[in-house]
């Protein structure tokens, strides 16, 4: 027979559902939140599209960043460094990675934007970042980049006079210490 008054069984049940609960939360965390990023722009987040809308006038530029992790053996750097675009106009620019190890390695990038509020302006319509990339050793490969800036931005006020935009790549190991087999 239980002789624990039920005043702390129900404080007991209500007090591991909400520790379970928590758990959970932490769990689902960091996919929420990339999720959330994605869709709003968030923290210089970029945004996936389907099509470019089309010019119009004025033009912004658009820098180009590129990050290795130090567990990733890979050379990696755009072929050009720089831009002047139209927002609103589709623009295809490439990225050069090369493994510079004798084995094949498997490499996830991650992006943003900066400044960061222009993130849900800066729309991809085809990245090598929405996969994972695996090299053999010493393979080179371009990897191509289409993306537009929303014609939007220069409405906002928070970013109308933003003139230059960095686009910036980091590619880490997908195992991390580890070679791809």
């Known amino acids: 027979m239980n002789d624990r008054p039920p005043n702390t069984q129900k404080t007991a049940m209500i007090l591991s559902t909400i520790v ?3 758990i959970g939360l932490a769990f689902a965390s960091a996919p929420l939140y990339r999720a959330f990023c ?3 722009g968030f923290g210089g987040t970029t945004i996936r599209a389907e099509k470019a809308p089309g010019a119009v006038a004025g033009e ?3 820098r180009f960043d590129a990050n ?3 567990g990733l053996p890979w050379r990696f750097e755009p ?4 831009v002047r675009i139209q927002p609103g106009a589709q623009t295809k620019i490439f990225y050069r990675a090369q493994n510079l190890s004798t084995r094949s390695w498997t490499g996830q990038a991650a992006y943003n934007v900066s400044p960061d ?3 849900k302006y800066f729309k991809k319509i085809q990245c090598f970042c929405f996969t994972e990339q ?7 490969v ?3 980049v289409i993306f537009f800036v929303d014609p939007k931005i220069k409405q906002d006020p928070d970013t109308k006079d933003v003139d230059e935009i960095t686009l910036s790549y980091t590619f880490y190991p997908v195992e991390t210490g580890t070679a791809a087999r």
Do not use: K
């Not at 072929?79 to 720089?82: A, H, L």
């Open 38 to 40: 994605e869709a709003t």
């Open 79 to 82: 072929e050009q460094q720089t």
């Open 20 to 22: 379970i609960a928590m």
């Open 60 to 62: 912004v530029g658009v």
């Open 117 to 119: 509020q222009v993130g």
């Open 134 to 140: 695996t090299l053999r050793g010493g393979q080179a």
């Open 68 to 70: 290795t992790h130090p």
């Open 142 to 144: 371009d990897m191509p």
